[in-house]
């Protein structure tokens, strides 16, 4: 199971494995990479769905 995660340390996961940022509307974030897209709300805690539909982006992208 993921845990929630503070928005600071998967905003680095994601800035680590080469996604690159865009202001939405907002306080959203959107992160792409490729094919892969990854919208987060600039909170304290992000959500545990949000994280591993995030993880699961950066893995999908290292192949």
Known sequence: MVK???????????RAAGFTSRQGKGDHQVWSKGKHTVVLTQTREVSPGLVRKALKAIEEEDK
């Open 4 to 14: 929630p995660m503070k928005y600071n340390e998967l905003a680095a996961k994601l």
